[in-house]
Nanobody
Framework: QVQLVESGGGLVQPGGSLRLSCAAS????????MGWYRQAPGKQRESVAV???????VYADSVKGRFTISTDNAKNTVYLQMNSLKPEDTAVYYC??????????WGRGTQVTVSS
């Protein structure tokens, strides 16, 4: 079993920055990739950024150049640095971990609101 706990969400003005954190615990040794997804009201959940076990990163086109995903393996934590935030980035952000057996685990989510 895996537990994922997100933190760092909040209210920020357009153009501002936030850093999300996701602390993983449990059977994390089988992880193949970790990442961040988001879901805005009335929309489907979408991938924002993913980082594989070997450090390959994939970003959604809408966040390239503004968001950066990284990991601290010693702390079993994945981060999402979000800069130049836009109102359309407003959503609940979910941490994800995919195991080597293709099982996907989700955190409970953290709200990010970009508004003046």
């Amino acid at each position: 079993q895996v537990q994922l706990v997100e933190s760092g969400g909040g209210l920020v003005q357009p153009g501002g920055s936030l850093r999300l954190s996701c602390a993983a615990s449990g059977d994390i040794f089988s992880r193949n990739a970790m990442g961040w997804y988001r879901q805005a009201p009335g929309k489907q959940r979408e991938s924002v950024a993913v980082i594989t076990r070997v450090g390959i990163t994939v970003y959604a086109d809408s966040v390239k150049g503004r968001f950066t995903i990284s990991t601290d393996n010693a702390k079993n934590t994945v981060y999402l640095q979000m800069n130049s935030l836009k109102p359309e980035d407003t959503a609940v952000y979910y941490c994800m971990m995919r195991s080597s057996g293709s099982i996907v685990y989700w955190g409970r989510g953290t709200q990010v609101t970009v508004s003046s």
